[in-house]
């Protein structure tokens, strides 16, 4: 069996992906930089390299608090640097995002709106995580489009992004993800249709929907699948059949959506 050290690159990826998914982003940037922010942005940069040189936890929160409190909002440029800086490593560009992300708020929106199209799919899902942890709603048409990202991944976090910034033309999208073949192999969903299943309920889909889905009651090889639709229409029509067996659920709901 292959095996991957901890400073294997795959093994470094998996790190920083688990570590976005419990980091949390301000709503706000910092404010009142200390006196030491009137350090040169030499002197800034080459600390904020260094730091990253010696990192080794797969946890990087505490990094950018340190750097927050240290040189506040003069940390964005060196930063904002290494993120748009493709030779620089991935797992150094990833925190880069983050932590302007975090130290300068919404001013590193554009920054983030660009690196929504970089080559490197690790950076595609920083941005979009971070935009989504800032409430920016305006690269929508960016973040719409990742629904059709080559990487699963990232358009796994692209359904999270519609649903947590409700996004207008969101459930449309998310219909016509969960019907993209793309997302199914062998004829059972890629974690994306079951995702985007959940997200029409977080956003108030209209009850509707669910009769573009029918369909989806077909896939009897895809048990989890079947079981994320009837869970989904239970709740847009808030007309519980959970109490059955899912067989008869989804006959339920075939000969339910039938007729409406």
């Known amino acids: 069996m292959k095996t991957f050290s901890p400073s294997s690159k795959k093994c470094s990826t998996c790190s920083l992906i688990l570590a976005a998914l419990f980091f949390s982003l301000p709503s706000f940037a910092a ?3 200390p006196k030491s922010q009137m350090q040169s ?4 940069s080459k600390t904020i390299h260094s730091d990253l040189t010696k990192h080794q936890s797969p946890s990087f929160d505490a990094l950018l608090m340190q750097w927050q409190e240290k040189f506040g909002k003069s940390a964005f440029e060196p930063l904002r640097a290494i993120a748009l800086n493709t030779k620089q490593e991935d797992k150094h560009r990833f925190v880069a995002i983050m932590g302007m992300a975090r130290i300068a708020g919404r001013e ?3 920054t983030l709106h660009t690196l929504l199209k970089d080559k490197v799919w690790l950076m ?3 941005a979009l995580r971070a935009l989504t942890g800032l409430g920016h709603r305006e690269s929508e048409k960016e973040i719409l489009s990742l629904l059709n990202d080559p990487a699963l991944v990232v358009r796994s976090e692209a359904v999270s992004a519609i649903a947590s910034l409700k996004l207008q033309g969101g459930v449309d999208a998310l219909v016509q993800t ?4 793309k997302n199914y192999h062998r004829g059972k969903a890629q974690w994306v249709p079951n995702y985007a299943l959940s997200a029409l309920v977080q956003m108030g889909a209209p009850k509707t929907v669910a009769s573009q889905l029918r369909e989806i009651l077909n896939k009897d090889s895809d048990p989890r699948l079947l079981q994320s639709a009837v869970d989904t229409f239970d709740s847009l029509y808030k007309d519980s059949s959970a109490s059955k067996p899912l067989k008869d ?3 339920y709901w075939k000969k339910t959506l039938a007729v409406r």
């Open 31 to 33: 404010t009142s930089p």
């Open 41 to 44: 942005a030499l002197a800034v």
């Open 108 to 110: 590193s929106a554009p």
């Open 124 to 126: 595609r899902m920083a």
């Open 178 to 181: 969960i019907q993209d073949p």
């Open 249 to 251: 659920r989804v006959e």
